[in-house]
């Protein structure tokens, strides 16, 4: 079994895969145009930036695994995907403490105008007067949209700086805010109103894109800082511009809509011309702890697949058909038993679309159950049922 991986992963990681028995096709520095070519003989591929298109998908006849090395898969078409049976799955939290990290340093900076002293420095001025005017952080108030793993870990960083929290998250209730002592908000926008600093912690899809909206920059107050470690399209990027280029508003940013796919090169961005933005160059989980810890979870995923046909981390799998019957059926675990079962289907032209097989002690019996998309007939039952010396029952049940 081969492995191509595009983006650059810990030597540690590498010699693991080759431990497993695979051939590992090291070409960290891929494009989206070389994957788009195809992986004609892959059947695993491991990204981290890089964008898997339809093209990559329909172009590799053997892909049968697409692990991104970090949280969010909105580099990956999941629709293709899905449409040819590829699995896809993700190495979620892994990165949370450096995500967390970038974002108080982001804070920090803007606060303390680190990156101008730097500057400043290595120019030969001296301007001591000029940066001897920032606020402090302490007993400020930071908005935090979203609070999985990486929000979470800020929360205690923020509280760390003597930061009072307000969030907003689709799962957070007044009684968990309570309980991590941080003021619960009702709205993304409520939070906008109450805080000086806002940072958004969210997965990028269509629920979330420009939940930061124009609306919600206005409710922050001037001067008040807005921090983007997550996806730039849970922002207007428009309207977060122009509420910077106005000087309203400062901002520390880590993605940004038109940010290079490669590496390293001459790129331009209309947020250059802005001093009061600090952007980084999309580097959020790029520490070698979280790399690491990334790489390993992404080998995980891959051993798993390997030696027990288990995708841990499984991110297209349709939760829920909408088969309206059910047909459990209680068998000898013997060999062609649900072969036989399945046939009588598909002579009815019944689709199976979910099926389950577990095995009692002893393994001398089994149950299997199966969702299907239309009522067998009580002729197609009966040719199930009277296998005596393979079926033991079999039920059919209205589902819902």
Known sequence: MKVTIADKLPDEAIQQ??????????????????LAKGLPESQI?????????????NNSP????????????????IEAASGKGIYVANCPGKNAIA????????????????????????????????????DGLYGKTIGVIGLGM??????????????????????????????????????????AKSCDILTVHLAMNAETKGIISKEVLSHLKDGAMFINTSRAGVVDEEALYMELKSGRLKAGLDVFSDEPEFKEGEFDSRFRELENVYVTHHIGASTNQAQLAVANDAVDIVRGYIQEGKVRNWLNRCEHTESPWQLVVRHYDKPGVIANVM??????????QELENVIFDRKLAACCTIQLDAEPSEKVLENIRTRQDEVITATLVPRG
């Open 17 to 34: 895969l080759e431990e497993l028995g695979l051939s590992v096709d090291n070409s960290a520095g891929l494009k989206e145009t070389d």
């Open 45 to 57: 591929l491991i990204v981290r930036s890089t964008v898997v298109n339809e093209a990559c998908i």
């Open 62 to 77: 053997k892909l049968s695994l697409i692990i991104r090395a970090g949280a969010g898969v909105n580099n990956i078409n």
């Open 99 to 134: 995500v967390a990290e970038l974002t108080m340093g982001l804070i920090l900076s803007i606060d303390r105008f680190i990156p101008d002293n730097v500057g400043d420095f290595k120019a030969g001025r001296w301007n001591k007067a000029a940066y001897s005017k920032a």
């Open 150 to 191: 990486i929000g979470s870990e800020v929360v205690k960083r923020a509280k760390a700086f003597g930061l009072n929290v307000a969030a907003w998250s689709r799962s957070l209730t007044p009684a968990q805010a309570e309980e991590m002592k941080i003021t619960y908000k009702e709205s993304v926008a409520d939070v």
């Open 343 to 352: 046939n009588e289907l598909k002579e009815a032209h019944i689709n199976a």
